[in-house]
């Protein structure tokens, strides 16, 4: 009789703990949000395209010689938040961050600004071509998301 009940709490408590744990897991719709691809032989050079990634906006800038010599020829010893081009684009062609102003999460506007990158209307937070707070009330750039470039034009976020 001690060994059966004992057994049946057992099984009780494993079945109580696994659906703890069915429910607790991330749903398939959450899944399926945690990388997106993206095709870049679809934005033309010069051009910002904006996507939807963990609901939150990425801006996806694909830069022209020029802005990415602009970029590299920043001084970053005078900027709010010190970091180069490089360690801001895997890639000097294309740049890939959130679009979420740093100061109060706004979404800034892309080639806008004083400085050609992007400005947030809101507070008046200007960013460069890199996406380095340059004015106004922003304490950081625009964050990196986790991303890497494939094979054939792919870009991979997350």
Known sequence: M????????FLGAKTTVADFLANMSASADVLALAKVEVDLSTIPEGRNVTIKWRGKPVFIRHRTADEIEEANAVNIKDLRDPQTDSERAQN?????????CTHLGCVPIGEAGDYGGWYCPCHGSHYDISGRIRKGPAPLNLEIPAHSFEEGNKLVIG
């Not at 001690?2 to 709490?9: K, S």
């Not at 000097?92 to 979420?100: D, R």
């Open 92 to 100: 000097p062609e294309w740049l890939v961050m959130l679009g979420v």
């Open 2 to 9: 001690v060994g059966t009940t004992g057994a049946l709490t």
